[in-house]
């Protein structure tokens, strides 16, 4: 079946200007989750939905990231006022309801001029 | 202080051998979860295998094993008979809390090159 989709692949925009990142997540799963993978590093929580609502958005850096799940489905993450230091993947992953192995998306490579 | 410790950045091992990639955690929880995830050079974790803190037998999945020492807060991942495409980055990951929290914690990772 479907593995979990994210678009773009890649991303290159400049320094302030605002950009949207989007997860399709596998069929089914209540649960999605957002990571940031910098150079070198491991994943780094962002943000977690369970259903339509956002859980845990505690991991979010600061007031330029949002994201939504209005349909309980997709998801978007938005970044506004890009900097420099958002540069990054930007991992998506769902989970099947009862069950929390996390099953993650290719990834969007983000680079901010 | 750090919640994964991957003290490995790059291990080497001969295709058909065994490696033990090492992996340490840091939590006061009594009930918590721990996984390991390969990612290839295309990005993708992939799930790899899961033990969780209750579980007294150490979890395996063909040729992945997870060494589990509780007392020692240890979770080490062991490739039995390696082979090319096991090349990656591997990832330790913990998810603290009981099944259903949502608090989870990726090591840095450790790159392991299979030679032929």
């Known amino acids: 079946g479907a593995g979990v989709s994210q678009t773009p692949s890649n991303k290159v925009t400049e320094k302030g200007k605002y950009v949207e990142l989007r997860c399709d997540p596998i069929?089914?799963?209540?649960?999605l989750y957002w990571y940031r993978q910098s150079l070198g590093q491991g994943p780094e929580f962002l943000i977690y939905?369970?259903?339509?609502?956002?859980?845990?958005d505690s991991g979010l850096p600061n007031d330029r990231f949002f994201a939504v799940r209005p349909e309980g489905s997709v998801s978007t993450l938005k970044i506004q006022r890009t900097e420099r230091g958002d540069s990054a993947v930007y991992l998506c992953?769902?989970?099947?309801?009862?069950?929390?192995?996390?099953?993650f998306g290719p990834g969007t490579r983000l680079l901010v001029l | 202080a750090q919640k994964i410790t991957q003290t490995q950045p790059g291990m080497f091992v001969q295709e058909k051998e065994a490696v033990t990639l090492d992996c340490t955690y840091d939590t006061s929880d009594q009930s918590y979860g721990l996984f390991w995830y390969k990612q290839p050079s295309s990005g993708e974790m992939i799930f790899l295998i899961y033990?969780?803190?209750?579980?007294?037998q150490n979890a395996t999945e063909g040729r992945y094993s997870l060494n589990f020492q509780k007392a020692r807060k240890s979770a080490n991942l062991v490739i039995s008979a390696s082979q090319l495409g096991d090349s990656a980055m591997y990832f330790c990951?913990?998810?603290?809390?009981?099944?259903?929290?949502?608090?989870?914690?990726f090591g840095t990772g450790t790159s392991l090159t299979v030679i032929p």
């Open positions: 939905f369970q259903g339509t609502g956002a859980a845990d």
């Open positions: 033990q969780g803190s209750y579980d007294e």
């Open positions: 069929s089914g799963h209540t649960a």
């Open positions: 990951a913990m998810r603290e809390g009981k099944r259903g929290s949502n608090q989870f914690y």
């Open positions: 992953a769902s989970s099947p309801p009862d069950e929390e192995t996390q099953y």
